[in-house]
């Protein structure tokens, strides 16, 4: 039976990076964010977003995802009540992918809220990326031309290294492209033994 490896991180930890160098190794890698943005173009979940926030956050039948996000994320409960729409397809859409590559020994779920949203619950082993504060915002301020105070407030808004790490099978400390590919090198040994 295939097994699903979770692979996590908070924002700017290196998570792309390590899907990346796993995918050019042949191993499937579903990107959950992708795949949720995706899934949020379809009118059904853009129906159901609709009447949950009102109709001012769909322009021409497609979601101002600008809009949405100024809703739901300084307010915890209506975040909750968007992952409680879209969660539930992500999760439909994760089994049928599984399914196709079922052929495969492993394959990977990238998610940011791997363990916020209860996914680790369905993965037979988690990753998780970390980085040193400081490189972290780099390189995210870097990546979407941001200010250092909202990177940060992302970052509040997430779960902690130490938070991650405790409910994690493997580390990863992504300091260098070399040491983390070794790292991974070394990941992939040890799921392959078990």
Not at 81 to 97: M, T
Request: charge should be positive.
């Amino acid at each position: 039976m295939t097994k699903i490896i979770g692979l996590t991180g908070g924002i700017g930890s290196g998570k792309t990076m390590v899907a990346e160098y796993l995918k050019s190794l042949g191993i499937p890698v579903y990107i959950a964010d992708d795949e949720a943005r995706e899934l949020m173009t379809s009118n059904k979940i853009i129906n159901k977003i609709s009447s949950s926030f009102g109709k001012e956050v769909v322009e021409n039948g497609t979601l101002n995802r600008t809009k949405l996000a100024q809703i739901v994320f300084n307010n915890p409960e209506k975040l909750q009540k968007l992952n409680s729409i879209v969660h539930p397809e992500v999760k439909k859409h994760f089994d049928a992918w599984v399914k196709k590559h079922e052929n495969f020994p492993f394959v990977v779920k990238e998610a940011a809220i791997l363990f916020e949203s209860g996914s680790y619950k369905y993965c037979d082993a988690v990753i998780t990326v970390t980085a040193p504060l400081e490189t972290r915002l780099q390189r995210v301020i870097d990546r979407d031309k941001t200010d250092r105070e909202a990177v940060l407030k992302r970052i509040q808004n997430q779960w902690t290294d130490e938070q991650r790490i405790g409910k994690s099978d493997y580390v990863i400390h992504n300091l260098s492209i070399d040491s983390t590919k070794k790292q991974i090198n070394e990941i992939l040994k040890s799921l392959k033994n078990q």
